[in-house]
């Protein structure tokens, strides 16, 4: 499936000035989650771009360990194993014998006490014995006389018992097997529908086109779990589900287009394939997933086009009717799974709060120096709890310096300050002759409402517009469009030669840089060749 880019969601998404930024499923999956760096990118240099895993937020442990539990068939799994004890009959293969895959789909609750039982209660039951197997909740052996028996395995207690560890390794086991299996069923279809059949899978040709479809079925399933892993981390809370429908639509239009006729017939196609893909996923938790209407399939056509809008369009579905299509939102133990997996292949897929684990100085540095990072999550992370004033002096002192990213510092402490806000104040105002801090303190002070708020002296005002514009330049990785927004809105007067002509003598790491992106972006001529003139002194100044 071809690379696609998209706009990175999420505030600050780039770390530092022109550095590439796009998100997981932008990629073809062998050149995911890497560390480069990548400057203008293009069509041909998109393989080697920075790409961002963006940070989740997840429960404690315990809380997804008690979320595993919970999952009807993982649970399944355990209390087959424990009904195993002390020891039970298997057939040569490991399988429940026949006499006892009745019973222990009783033992699930899936067939009733007395009588017969449906075929799918006992198919259901002997699928979570062998998940039980699978993942050595059960051990199969021999005895001396040459029976075949299953016994307890060695996690079976600390499993029942809850402890996180051993409940997580065992769910993301068996979600990984869950996952191979949902593809390997997905590709045999795949192979049905183009004709394959035993025979041809014998020869050379029908098992390359076996493999073909496992790829293509698992690629198609990577690329939906990674948009649904970036629209969780960005949605707000309770608006993480996605209608299956606008999901393949994303891993199929490419960006800034409209589907044609033949692209909505390629969506239709991608959500015929991700439906049983989805539901298996879903038995184990990865997913809420309400799948595609079977019914949808067996509408008359002249019932489909009844719906019709004016001039033949579609009408506009209600909630329930779109429902029908499918809908699927990823849970958090769907997130827990797909970062250990990302983890274990050693790629970075941070959490929020990662970098407010430290004090100010680490927090601003962290912070300011991520590519996949949400700034406010993280400073709302580490002022929770903490005494606002104290919060603040602690903010104001890590916000010094001269270094590169010192300016993004200072605007991040800017901003923690405006959450901590109005009982911050007194650490504020300590600030307000600083030669750094001075300038940023008073326009706090003022957006604030305070009062009595001393005007800073001209040299500190204008190393301020200096610092906040250098900030913006960093932040937003220098993208053109937010740029010019922030050009045309510096306090340029009338004789842009005089304000241009003060601007340069400041002494600040970045005052040629402020001057040179005015020169290039400002929508007035005359202030934009007095800003390229004023860059040029300011380089030659040093």
């Keep these: 499936m071809a690379a696609r880019r998209r706009r990175n969601a999420g505030p600050s998404a780039a770390g530092t000035p022109g550095e590439g930024a796009v998100l997981p499923a932008d990629l073809e999956l062998q050149d995911l989650y890497g560390a480069f760096a990548a400057h203008g990118l293009d069509d041909e240099d998109l393989d080697d771009a920075a790409v961002l895993v963006p940070p989740v937020r997840l429960p404690a442990e315990p809380e997804l360990a008690a979320l595993a539990k919970a999952v009807p068939m993982f649970d399944w799994a355990l209390r087959l194993a424990r ?17 006892d895959r009745l019973p222990a789909a009783r033992l699930l609750g899936l067939a009733p006490e007395e009588g017969e039982a449906e075929e799918e209660a006992v198919v259901e039951a002997m699928r979570a014995w062998s998940l039980a197997c699978d993942l050595d909740l059960v051990e199969i052996g ?7 028996v299953a016994v307890p395995g060695p996690d079976l207690e600390p499993a029942e018992e809850g402890d996180p560890e051993t409940v997580l390794e065992l769910w993301l086991t068996a979600a990984g097997i869950v996952r191979e299996l949902a593809v390997e069923a997905d590709s045999q279809e795949l192979e049905r529908e183009d004709g394959g ?23 198609l399933l990577d690329e939906a779990l990674q948009v649904l892993y970036e629209t969780t981390a ?12 606008v999901l393949a639509a994303l891993l199929v239009v490419p960006e800034g287009e409209e589907p044609s006729d033949e692209l909505l017939g390629d969506i239709t196609d991608v959500m015929v394939a991700l439906d049983p893909m989805l539901a298996d996923l879903s038995e184990l938790g990865l997913l ?25 369009e579609p009408a506009e579905l209600d909630e329930a009717e779109s ?11 769907g997130q827990y799974g797909i970062r250990q997996w990302l983890l274990e292949d050693g790629y970075d897929a941070p959490l929020v709060g990662d970098l407010a684990k430290g004090d100010a100085a680490e927090l601003l540095r962290g912070v300011s120096e991520a590519a996949n990072v949400l700034p406010e999550e993280e400073l709302k992370v580490w002022i929770e709890g903490r005494e606002p004033v104290a919060a603040a002096r602690e903010l104001l002192e890590a916000a010094r310096g001269a270094d590169a990213y010192a300016p993004m510092r200072r605007m991040l402490c800017h901003s923690a ?23 940023g303190a008073a326009a706090w002070l003022v957006a604030l409402g305070a009062a009595d708020v001393p005007a800073p002296d001209r040299a500190t005002a204008l190393w301020t517009v200096v610092d906040a514009f250098a900030a913006q330049l960093l932040d937003t990785g220098g993208d053109p469009d937010q740029l010019r927004e922030l050009v045309a809105e510096l306090p340029v007067t009338e004789e842009p030669a005089d304000y241009l002509g003060e601007l340069w003598r400041v002494d600040h790491p970045y005052t040629a840089d402020v001057l040179e ?15 390229r003139k004023a860059a040029f002194k300011a380089r030659s100044k040093g």
């Design 288 to 312: 809420d997933y309400r799948p595609i209407d079977p019914e949808l399939f067996d509408e008359e056509e002249g019932e489909e086009t009844a719906g019709a809008g004016a001039e033949g």
């Design 197 to 219: 059949d035993a025979e041809a899978e014998e020869d050379e040709e029908g098992l390359g086109e076996v493999e073909d479809a496992r790829d293509e079925a698992a690629e």
């Design 417 to 439: 300050l405006t959450l901590l806000g109005a009982p911050a104040e007194p650490a504020v105002r300590e600030v307000l002759g600083d030669p750094e801090l001075g300038g």
């Design 83 to 99: 009904w195993a004890a002390p020891h039970r009959a298997v057939d040569e293969f490991g399988d429940l014998t026949v006499p």
């Design 234 to 245: 960005f949605a707000e809370p309770g608006t993480e589900t996605v209608p299956l429908g």
């Design 323 to 333: 429902a029908r299509f499918g809908l699927v939102r990823l849970t958090p133990l």
């Design 142 to 148: 021999t005895t001396a006389a040459g029976e075949h």
């Design 517 to 531: 992106a005015v020169g290039e972006m400002h929508p007035d001529r005359a202030v934009a060749k007095e800003a």
